[in-house]
């Protein structure tokens, strides 16, 4: 699986990791918003519960004394400045006395009623410090003890600096516990998709496989959402193949529509005689020659972009260089291959046409020797070069150019129609090549061509 900025793999698990964070991070906040407020909620009806029992521990003496002992049975109200007190005070006048739990070892002051007033039920809630630096929050409530009316101040103090400390320490539980989830959830999710987007990859391979003619059409089973495209990219495929047979007839029909009216010409060129007769026949013989290589480039352009073809090169060339070493046998015609097989991307005919032209060309200005090699592109190894030499004569550099045109010939003494290397040249255009002329090592010309490999 490719990953890059257009990628769609990254682009689904880039989405869906996002939204995973997000809704951990929104679990998270909910989860401790919902668990403070459990642990307020809880606070604050356990300081309300000790009042309470404060409250019904604690009367009048005869005497117009304060009196009783709350038991909380809890030892924090034991321990000095554990952040847990409770505290009684008389308000009415004649009213004496007062205690507070053992773990309050000095008064804690309480706010003026002006600043923190007492609600419709007599009680008010504030946050001040303790006598050991914590934060502790305070119930307060005034009670009326006796038929006097009598009123003393019950205070409760509870420690909030701990109850902070507790959901701080939940909090960080459940965000590990959560971060922890979330990493082993990301990571399912993206195997879940890199795995889901797998037909893709099978779609792309069985493209490739079309693509460098290994195959005809799309093989294989899809899932439901990626048949239908198998299924048109098949008939996409197929439509390609027609279009591309019927151009191929329409060429053979105007090779055959034509070859009869040349014919023709030629004949009654030849039967004329004299000037006029000599003038038909070298201008049919043009037409025709003409009408074979535009026919030719015209079969090259329709199967352009189509469905690569697969040729195996080293067979061609070792039959081509049999039938010019039996054809002319004064010349020695060499070859020689890399250890692995080159297979041209394109259609044996072409090739066939490129070697022929050129070992015909180099074997009539050879003087004794011609080669031929096949070698890896050494750039691009998508690429290979075919390379032929002679011990002929040679094309000085600045003619080079001008060999390649269409109908020119540079040596008038050999025969021909100076249409070998321009058919050479167009034939590799189409294929998207290139062609050079070259000094050669064995004192001629060296004809160097790069074509792509199928792959």
């Known amino acids: 699986m490719r990953f890059g900025p257009r990628s769609l793999s990254l682009r689904v ?15 998270a906040t909910l989860i401790s918003a919902l668990y403070r407020d459990a642990e307020e909620r809880g606070f604050r009806g356990l300081l309300t519960a000790h009042l309470y029992s404060v409250v019904t521990a604690v009367s009048v003496a005869e005497d117009g004394s304060l009196r009783g002992a709350p038991e909380l049975y809890d030892l924090k109200f034991t321990q000095p400045e554990s952040g847990w007190y409770w505290a009684v005070e008389p308000v009415s006048p004649g009213l004496g006395g007062g205690f507070r739990s053992p773990s309050m070892t000095r008064p804690i002051p309480a706010p003026p009623v002006a600043e923190v007033p007492f609600d419709s039920e007599f009680q008010r809630r504030y946050e001040t410090t303790g006598p050991g630096g914590e934060r502790i929050d305070v119930l307060e409530n005034d009670f009326i003890l006796d038929a006097q009316n009598r009123v003393a101040r019950f205070r409760v103090m509870g ?9 701080s320490q939940f909090e960080r539980q459940i965000y590990t516990y959560l971060a922890v989830f979330g990493a082993g959830m990301i990571a399912i ?9 797998r037909p893709l990859d099978q779609v792309r391979n069985a493209l490739a496989q079309v693509r460098e003619g290994t195959a005809t059409k799309l093989d294989g089973r899809f899932p439901s959402e990626i048949e239908p495209l198998a299924n048109e990219t098949n008939a996409l495929i197929e439509n390609n ?9 329409q060429v053979g029909n105007l090779a055959h529509s034509l070859k009869t009216p040349v014919a023709v010409l030629l004949n009654e060129g030849r039967s004329m005689g004299g000037q006029k007769g000599d003038l038909i026949v070298e201008q049919a013989a043009s037409m025709q020659e003409q009408v074979e290589h535009y026919l030719k480039r015209a079969r090259i352009a329709a199967q352009r972009d189509s469905v690569v073809f697969r040729t195996p090169t080293r067979d061609i060339v070792d039959r081509l260089v049999r039938v ?17 097989e080159i297979v041209f991307a394109g259609e044996r005919e ?21 080669r031929v090699s096949l070698m890896a592109g050494a750039d691009n190894r998508e690429n290979f070069e075919i390379s032929i030499e002679d011990d002929g004569p040679g094309i000085p550099p600045d003619k080079a150019r001008e060999a390649l045109k269409r109908g020119r010939r540079l040596d008038e003494s050999k025969p021909g129609t100076g249409l070998g290397l321009a058919i050479v040249a167009d034939l590799v255009g189409e294929y998207g090549g290139t062609i050079a002329l070259e000094r050669a090592q064995l004192g ?8 792509r490999q199928a792959s």
């Open 159 to 167: 420690n909030r600096s701990e109850l902070e400390q507790q959901i």
């Open 444 to 451: 001629g010309l060296r004809v160097a061509i790069v074509l």
């Open 241 to 249: 193949r027609r279009i591309l047979e019927r151009a191929r007839t």
């Open 13 to 27: 698990v880039t989405y869906s990791t996002v939204w995973a964070i997000a809704a951990l991070v929104v679990i």
């Open 350 to 370: 072409d090739l066939e046409e490129i070697l022929g032209n050129l070992l015909e060309n180099a074997v009539k200005w050879a003087k004794s020797r011609v």
């Open 324 to 340: 010019f070493r039996k054809l002319n046998p004064a010349v020695a015609v060499e070859s020689s291959f890399p250890a692995e």
């Open 189 to 197: 999710n993206a195997l879940a998709i890199l795995f889901g987007l």
